[in-house]
T-cell receptor, first 113, second 111 residues
Framework: DARVTQTPRHKVTEMGQEVTMRCQPI?????VFWYRQTMMQGLELLAY????????DSGMPKDRFSAEMPDATLATLKIQPSEPRDSAVYFC???????????FGSGTRLTVV | KNEVEQSPQNLTAQEGEFITINCSYS?????LHWLQQHPGGGIVSLFM???GKKKHGRLIATINIQEKHSSLHITASHPRDSAVYIC?????????????FGRGTQLTVWP
């Protein structure tokens, strides 16, 4: 089965360090999302790409977060500098196009101490 | 106020019971999704629907566009159905593709 691959699965880092999370969408999918899940807020959209172009990153704290798609096979989410409140599970999801259904990656569990 | 509201937040059932989880939304949508998240965290898409009803095994999802309401039913529930069920809607127009999420329903099915 085709799958969305996220790395790393787990990351523990100290406050102030840079964190990079990576996502390999399913080949041929042109829509890629980054979501964050916390106990308090549930799932929240951070960024959304269509054909590698960012369409919506309004959910992302711009001063410390950045999301890019350097090519069609890789999406990255960077946090610099990281803070304890960034501790969460970060999910990537991809889709063939809007409303054709989405496949989620297994997530990156980030802990910032 | 959340764009998507789910009820109940928590649901406990005995194996074999019929289960219903409800979802109401307040935005215009192009589609509604039901997702399942097991302990361990992976998210699986169960259904995507924009009208009517869909069935997959013991799971049935319905949507009423006029009432902005959807239900997820599980017939003959089993302990392996224990998970968090999340309702999400896709926006339309300028928000096409963006998913708005409910807070989830934690379902526990006891043997």
């Amino acid at each position: 089965d085709a799958r969305v691959t996220q790395t790393p699965r787990h990351k523990v880092t100290e406050m102030g360090q840079e964190v990079t999370m990576r996502c390999q969408p399913i080949l041929g999918h042109n829509t890629v999302f980054w979501y964050r899940q916390t106990m308090m807020q549930g799932l929240e959209l951070l960024a959304y790409f269509r054909n590698r172009a960012p369409l919506d990153d309004s959910g992302m704290p711009k001063d410390r977060f950045s999301a890019e798609m350097p090519d069609a096979t890789l999406a990255t989410l960077k946090i610099q500098p990281s803070e304890p409140r960034d501790s969460a599970v970060y999910f990537c999801a991809s889709g063939l196009r809007e409303n054709y259904g989405y496949t989620f990656g297994s997530g990156t569990r980030l802990t910032v101490v | 106020k959340n764009e998507v509201e789910q009820s109940p937040q928590n649901l406990t059932a005995q194996e074999g019971e019929f289960i219903t989880i409800n979802c109401s939304y307040s935005v215009g949508i192009s589609a509604l999704h039901w997702l399942q998240q097991h302990p361990g965290g992976g998210i699986v898409s169960l259904f995507m629907l924009s009208s009517g009803k869909k069935k997959h095994g013991r799971l049935i999802a319905t949507i009423n566009i006029q009432e902005k309401h959807s239900s997820l039913h599980i017939t003959a529930s089993h302990p392996r159905d224990s998970a968090v069920y999340i309702c999400a809607v896709s926006g339309r127009g300028s928000t096409l593709g963006r998913l708005y999420f409910g807070r989830g329903t934690q379902l526990t099915v006891w043997p």
